[in-house]
């Protein structure tokens, strides 16, 4: 029987992550992953293929809508080839898979393709290719998520399917109703609407993104609706049956009538379960929560003090960042070093376009906390540099306190912003004010001038392109 210093169950980016940074601090190290394929949910059928779908479909909605106002004419009809689209997402995920292969090789990880589940608080059973069972001193849990779904709904992968399935269909569907305004749904939904579906998005809360700031709502609502996307809000389903092709879905709206839907495919896209499926938990003395989440301390340590968990399986948000700052945390840790996370500064994104970021805290949150604020918004459609482009949809809002000027939160909504929320979390890092924002140089012109402007709308309303 093979001993390690540490074994980490599930090789999602928290898990792969976790495991490179204990072999950098010397610990001797191994992974389990019950897949063929390393890389977790957001690898193989998450984060990567539905960013390689956003990309390859927004391609194909610039060349069919805003090439010609460009100056740029292409003779013939313009096609999608959805074949050839879901192959080059393929790629792109082996591609990323394999530089995770690399990464254990080279950090001398030892792999072991099988179920992970415990024997005891220091001995794992591996059940599958590489079966047996091998010693660790310490174990760290990062099994994941898997797609929820509502009891009544039965999945048959086909018609009514999750988001797995809808990176892989064979079609583009001629009507595709979501159910679940969140993330994923919207993603998905921007995805196959470029590719000619018609898109019902039925939501049971009163906007989506509900989790949001309500104002990063209102506008990628409005961007949907602009795109001729049915946006069904405060509609809550009672019903999905599908006949032959076509399926039926009944939601009740804010007035108690029952509404039907009809659409050849039915997304069912209402979030995600921690995954702790045959891991044996209770061998180990691990709790589990009424949520199915792994109970963990402020240390992320189980009730079994030589067991961690990160990641999707335990409690705060489903980010793949934020399972890759946990595994560095608890490596850390257990290299007895003093690792921070700051939960407040973990920032979400929504991929589609324009692209939606935030990080700190909403102004509803701050309403509820009766924090007194202040509010700086700048729109995207005064930049030089969106006109340019064309992408002049959205804004930079930031919050800030009142009286000490620190910086709060950061709400952006409008191309680029994914990448554009880094300057936010490292000036709330540092605990920066607004002002501070708005006395650093952005250079011209950029989308990042939003920031800046936004910053200068904060301290005393004096934004310069407003």
Known sequence: MK??????????????????????????????????????????VGCIPSKALLSSSHHYEEATKHFEDHGIEIPGEIKVNLEKMIARKQAVVDQTIGGIDFLMKKNNIDVYEGLGSFKDATHIKIDGKDAGEIEAKNTIIATGSKPSNLPFIKLDKERIITSTEALKLKE??????????????????????????????????????????????????KVFKKAKCKMMVSHKVQSVERKGDEVI?????????????????????????????????????????????????????????????????????????????????VAE????????????????????????????????????????????????????????????????????DKTTDEVLGVHMIGARCADLIAEAVTAMEFRASAEDISRYSHAHPTFAEAIKEAALAATDDRALHA
């Open 333 to 400: 840790t257990l290299a007895g070093q003093k690792p921070h996370i700051d939960y407040n500064l973990i920032p979400g994104v929504v991929y589609t376009w324009p692209e939606v970021a935030a990080v700190g805290k909403t102004e509803e949150e701050l309403k509820e906390d009766k924090v007194e604020y202040k509010v700086g918004q700048f729109p995207f459609r005064a930049l030089g540099r969106a006109r340019a482009s064309g992408d002049i949809d959205g804004f930079v809002k930031i919050l800030a």
């Open 3 to 44: 001993s390690y210093d540490v074994a980490i169950i599930g090789s999602g980016p928290g898990g792969y992550v976790a495991a490179i940074r204990c072999a950098q601090l010397g610990m001797k190290t191994a992974i389990i992953e019950k897949y063929s394929t390393l890389g977790g949910t957001c690898l193989n």
């Open 249 to 329: 879905v009944k939601a009740e709206n804010k007035k108690g009538e029952v509404v039907e839907f009809k659409g050849d495919y039915c997304l069912v896209s209402v979030g995600r379960r921690p995954y702790t499926d045959g891991l044996n938990a209770e061998a180990a003395g691990v709790k589990i929560n009424e949520r199915g989440q792994v109970e963990v301390n402020d240390h992320l340590q189980t009730s079994t003090k030589n067991i961690y968990a990160i990641g999707d399986v335990v409690r705060g948000a489903m980010l793949a960042h934020k399972a890759e700052e946990e595994g560095v945390f």
């Open 172 to 221: 583009v569907p001629k009507h595709l109703i979501i159910i679940g305004g969140g993330v994923i749904g919207l993603e998905l939904g921007q995805v196959y609407r470029r590719l000619g579906a018609e898109v019902t998005v039925v939501e049971y809360m009163d906007r989506i993104l509900p989790t949001m700031d309500a104002g990063l709502s209102k506008e990628l609502n």
